[in-house]
């Protein structure tokens, strides 16, 4: 279950209040990006693709987390029952549905890490889980950036970027082009902040 496009909008916007930083736009560009090339594909619903880029860090809203923003994100959006929102909370950050490559710090409690892991275990990725990661690795805070120029931002602020990691955004980005049958940058608007329009 989601909720619609207002409703996300406006847990957006009470987040924001609770927690405010870039966060919040970089969650709107990764919505805008995820509608774009959803409209693209011609198999995924585009509404649903804006609202799951729109939540996907909504976990933010919680503080200054690095992986506890996942587990944050999970289980809030669960206590509101949108469990397709909270599935995207969790996939967003694991390409691999592992621990393995996640970047930041492992601040969670052992209860926290322990729903991270479990439930990632239950997951078989789909079209959904791979556009919104693909989206957050092109979402930037004032709009639509280089895929690489954004993980080389990741890789200054965090110290690192596993290489396999780097990898599979990449392919991302070629499934998406192959899918769609354009240039990511061109459904997108690179360098363009697209939620301002």
């Known amino acids: 279950m989601l909720p619609t496009r207002e409703k996300a909008q406006s847990i957006l916007a009470e987040a924001e209040s609770c927690n405010p930083g870039p966060w919040g736009n970089h969650s709107r560009t990764a919505a805008c990006c995820a509608e774009k090339i959803a ?24 503080g200054v987390r690095h992986l506890g923003h996942v587990s944050d994100g999970y289980s809030y959006m669960m206590s509101l029952g949108y469990d397709e929102a909270a599935r995207i909370c969790l996939t967003h950050s694991f390409l691999n549905m592992t621990l393995d490559d996640y970047i930041g710090n492992f601040d969670t409690t052992p209860e926290e890490l322990a729903l991270i892991r479990v439930t990632l275990k239950t997951v078989v990725p789909d079209d959904y889980d791979r556009l919104i990661q ?3 690795a092109l979402a930037g805070a004032e ?41 990511i940058y061109t459904v997108t608007g690179k360098g363009t902040c697209p939620w301002k329009n």
């Not at 804006?50 to 919680?62: N, P």
């Not at 709009?143 to 780097?166: A, C, H, L, T």
């Open 39 to 62: 409209r693209e594909c011609g198999d995924l619903d585009p509404e649903k693709a804006y609202i799951l880029g729109l939540l996907h860090d909504i976990g933010r809203k919680f």
């Open 134 to 136: 693909l989206c957050d």
């Open 143 to 183: 709009g639509v950036m280089n895929i690489e120029d954004r993980m080389n931002d990741v890789k200054r602020r965090y110290g690192s970027f596993p290489q396999g990691k780097w990898d599979g955004n990449l392919a991302l980005k070629a499934y998406f082009e192959e899918k769609t049958g354009k240039d």
